[in-house]
């Protein structure tokens, strides 16, 4: 549920599919896909969506940039 919540979101967000050439493990940064303002978007949904929070430091620091990773921070901090 969390992986298909995400891709919904960045699929209609940021306007592209995973597929082929953007797997779980692009980083999405490097792909052009996501910038700054988009991770914080992300990161805002996936608090309001999932009910959990983020610190600064957090945000700042331990930027994911991975599909896979994004989940993986999501099911850690949901346990």
């Known amino acids: 549920m969390i992986r298909a919540r995400v891709v919904s979101y960045m ?5 592209f599919q995973f597929d082929n ?12 896909i996501m910038d700054s303002f988009g991770y914080i978007q992300l ?6 969506t999932f009910g959990i929070t983020f610190s600064k430091e957090e945000l700042l620091s331990n ?7 994004i989940v ?7 346990r």
């Open 43 to 48: 990161m805002r949904f996936i608090q309001t």
């Open 21 to 32: 050439d953007v797997t779980e493990t692009t980083d999405l940064f490097k792909a052009g």
């Open 72 to 78: 993986a921070t999501v099911e850690s901090k949901l």
């Open 11 to 15: 699929e209609e967000t940021f306007l």
């Open 63 to 69: 930027v994911v940039t991975t599909l896979s990773g």
